[in-house]
């Protein structure tokens, strides 16, 4: 697709060089069935437009929005669907800004501590709800 100039693949790197390559780069691509996938929630946060598959975890990090993500078929599909996302970005300012839009909105969505906190209150709130409802059915049958 003519992109060799414009893109570059590294393999493992130290940390500081990772955090000094996504300063400098305009897109990420994730290519992997790994269900963590943190790597693409640091990218998020560098309001790079993430390229991955939809998959559990990474799929899931990426904004439900982003035309992006990219369904697992055979391996020359899925690298074909890969290399037209990147294509995509490449070619067109309007596509790779509302990319970059959306990787900065998914990231302060999900990513940030303060909904971080959010979601653990939650969750606290839910499972004590639970054990007080528990409690209250134990009582009322200790009760008949």
């Known amino acids: 697709m003519g992109l060799n100039p414009v893109i570059t693949i590294k393999e493992w790197m130290p940390r500081n060089e990772v955090i000094e390559r996504f300063g400098s780069s305009s897109a990420y691509l994730f290519p992997s069935h790994e269900g963590a996938g943190m790597v693409v929630a640091e990218a998020l946060s560098y309001g790079?437009?993430?390229v991955c598959l939809d998959n559990y975890g990474p799929g899931e990090y990426?904004?439900?929005?982003s035309k992006l993500k990219v369904k697992h078929g055979c391996?020359?599909?899925t690298a074909s669907e890969l290399a037209i996302r990147l294509f995509r970005l490449?070619?067109?300012t309007a596509f790779y800004q509302t990319e970059q839009r959306l990787a900065k909105a998914r990231?302060?969505?999900l990513f940030q501590w303060k909904c971080k906190g959010?979601?653990?209150n939650a969750v606290y709130n839910a499972v004590e709800g639970e054990k007080k409802h528990a409690n209250q059915s134990v009582n009322t049958m200790q009760t008949a």
């Open 107 to 109: 990231y302060n969505e």
């Open 48 to 50: 790079m437009p993430v």
């Open 118 to 120: 959010e979601l653990f």
């Open 75 to 77: 391996y020359n599909e």
């Open 62 to 65: 990426v904004h439900p929005q």
């Open 90 to 92: 490449y070619s067109y």
